[in-house]
């Protein structure tokens, strides 16, 4: 036995993935309940309009009764209409109430078609060709004003368009007159052809919504990944951050604790193990530091510090630097600078050439390399040339990317990091030096800087510090140092013990308050560890311990970390700021210019 069938609204037409139909259905139901509600009430107002218009006409054409109690039947019946569509729309919900709100939307809308129907039987005018197609002209409108509402609800179209238009069809093919036959069959061919068209807008529409709703769901969905992803990567970041820093921890210890035995050991046959202990660490310590200087570019910890001087004082230190390396490699290595002024930071330019001329080193097996400065365009144009192995054209932008290396799959520590040329792009980027490459695989390449010439201004004093170990101590010295891992104070301890200092220890800000008021002496140096334990952190430890010993006191914060975001937050702070492993020649350095 087969049941009444139930009104679909199109949606029998349109595919849907099996998953999904049952819940895109449903809503595209509602959606289209919501749509006859909103758009009905405007209608139902201007049909009342025309109401009023016809019956006047009708009226017109015979006065009597009959006119006067259908005009006012219709007009109440589209009132109550329009009442009825304007209170109902705002108290829609989904699901059940929305299906039991297209059936009470389908009551009046039938009414208000039925009442129009009966007026072609009641004030046919017959004989009357002017009025004839006057009432063709009014029923027509009406269907079509109409249409765009009820296209929304394949049953309403057929509530709408066959009571109002079949009989007035009907009506006037009966009609012996030939004119009135020809409009009866116009109305009825208009019929047929309209409620076609009405039922492929519906398909249409219902075919857009239910695309509409499924993008919506698709979006929603790629926005609930992207957040998993995201949180993926947050989550990695943290574990990353974590993990360096508590490795950093144990390398900067070790680090210590090999540059304090090797001080200790004079002339003894262990001293090259403690040299090649020392060139391990770092060795770790360049793979640490070329990640974090990284994470600082990309945080905008690196403030660059313009100055006029001179390349030639640039080129004279990357000689001193890289000579004995070309000369190892038995390659040539030639500087031209030509008395060249350019205005930059002179420690970031040094960095980006010196890391170009590294990889010119590396990858050159005979011939040479070369780095000029020439004037290119009332710029300065910074180039390194070399006869290595050249670049693909198509891995020209890959060679900047972070750890990509052109001839290193195994990964070769020797071979480098691959992080020197990404490095290069950040700083020139930084710097808002434009970089060029040009390269011819098996016959070399050339990476060109485009500096800001100095020529018009006077070279500032030099701002580069040698690289070299600072000479001893000059005088004696208290250092604090503020550090919850005890192999750390340990190591420091041993490090500084051959030299004239005092060195002060604490494990938390609450130990450093009270080290530094029982002090015997000034305190010269604050040296606090970023990450302490428990809520502590090293810039709250230096703020409460320059309370004690004067806003003035030098401090030092060695941190670990290189999250972007906190490396950010502690060069905000205003201190001067060290990184995990430190290097125990630049600890020294440092000592030794407050000695002075």
Known sequence: MRGRPRETFGLDAVATPAGDESHWLDRVRDEQTRRLYAQDGRVAAATIVVAIFAAGL?????????????????????????????????????????????REYLLPLGASALAWSAAPFLFFPAGHHGYQALMIAIWIGLASAATPTVAASRLAIYLWLVPLLLPLAARFILEDDATSALLGSIAAVFLVVHLRLALEQNELLTATMQARIQNEDLVARLREQMELVARASREKTRFLAAAAHDLRQP?????????????????????????????????????????????RLDAGAVQPSVQVFPVRDLFRRLYMHYAGDAELADISLRFRAAGRLVRTDPQLLERIVSNLLQNALRYTRTGGVLVAARRRSGQVSIEVWDTGVGIAPDKIELIFQEFFQLDNPERDRSKGLGMGLAIVRRLADLLGHPLEVRSVPGRGSVFRLLVPSGIEGAPDEAQLGADTLPPRIERQLTVLLIDDEREIREAMRELLAPLRVDLLLAASTADACRVAA???????????????????????????????????????????????????????????????????????????????
């Open 58 to 102: 009708f009226y017109r054409h015979r006065s009597d009764a009959i006119v006067l109690a259908w005009g006012a039947a219709l007009v109440a019946t589209l009132a109550l209409r329009w009442a009825f569509v304007v209170w109902r729309r705002s108290r829609i919900a989904p699901g059940a109430d929305a299906r039991r709100a297209r």
């Open 251 to 295: 390398l900067h210890a070790l680090g210590l604790f090999c540059a304090a035995l090797d001080q200790r050991l004079r002339d003894i046959p262990e001293k090259p193990l403690a040299r090649s202990m020392m060139k391990s660490i770092e060795a770790l310590e360049t793979s640490f530091g070329a990640i974090l200087d990284i994470s």
């Open 518 to 596: 029982a002090a015997p002496a000034p305190i010269d140096l604050i040296l606090s560890d970023w990450r302490l334990r428990g809520t502590d952190d090293g810039i709250e430890a230096v703020r409460q311990v320059r309370r004690i010993t004067g806003a003035s006191t030098p401090a030092v914060l060695v941190t670990g970390e290189t999250s972007p975001d906190i490396v950010k937050l502690a060069h905000a702070s205003g201190l001067v700021v060290l990184h995990k492993p430190l290097q125990p020649k630049e600890l020294l350095r440092l000592i030794n210019r407050l000695s002075r």
